[in-house]
């Protein structure tokens, strides 16, 4: 199996961080509400950083799934995309599950 050719790779590597992108807004949209819900009702558990472990946990799996994936299939510049925006993404929902 010979490796893709570049113009290829770029292609799939933007295709797949439009969507990347998208998910990544989806959660942070959804945290965003959580959190907002969150501080009208001080006396109940907030619910935002459980949302934001599912965004992590969620991330990392596509990333592992995808970007491990595409290197496997030597498709190197679309895995390296995946995992570095994958990534940062879960890195970015730790920061928020974790802060107070």
């Known amino acids: 199996m ?3 050719s570049a113009l290829r ?3 799939v590597a933007v295709v797949l961080l439009i ?3 998208a998910v990544i807004a989806w ?3 959804s945290y965003s509400w ?3 819900g969150d501080r009208w009702n001080p006396q109940s558990v907030p619910e935002a950083p459980r949302v934001a472990w599912r965004a992590v946990w969620v991330l990392i799996g596509a990333a592992a799934v995808t970007g491990v994936g595409l290197v496997a299939l030597r498709w190197r510049i679309s895995g390296a995309v995946q995992l570095s925006v994958l990534g940062i993404g ?3 929902f730790v920061y928020l599950a974790v802060r107070k």
Request: glycine share 6%; aromatic share 16%.
């Open 90 to 92: 879960a890195a970015l």
């Open 2 to 4: 010979s490796e893709p």
């Open 27 to 29: 959660f942070l949209w």
């Open 19 to 21: 969507v990347d992108l």
């Open 9 to 11: 790779q770029v292609a």
């Open 34 to 36: 959580i959190g907002w």
